[in-house]
């Protein structure tokens, strides 16, 4: 039911934001979308590394006891 999201849902989205923002706020709203995507895959990849860097010290500790 709420699996891949077909091309006719696509377009049907597209055109209630088209009608919702307008075609001349459209380039802007996709600009900020982008950074948003892009700030949130930033953080994930800094939270996952610190994870990492924590399991790895664990277990370094583990080793030297």
């Given at each position: ?27 802007a ?6 950074q ?13 590394k ?5 399991a ?10």
């Open positions: 039911m709420f699996g891949r999201i077909g091309v006719s849902e696509l377009l049907i989205i597209l055109v209630v934001v088209l009608i919702f923002f307008g075609p001349a706020k459209l380039p709203l996709a600009k900020s979308m982008g948003a995507v892009s700030e949130f895959r930033k953080g994930a990849k800094e939270i996952s610190e994870f990492e860097e924590a790895a010290e664990e277990t370094k500790e583990n080793a030297d006891k």
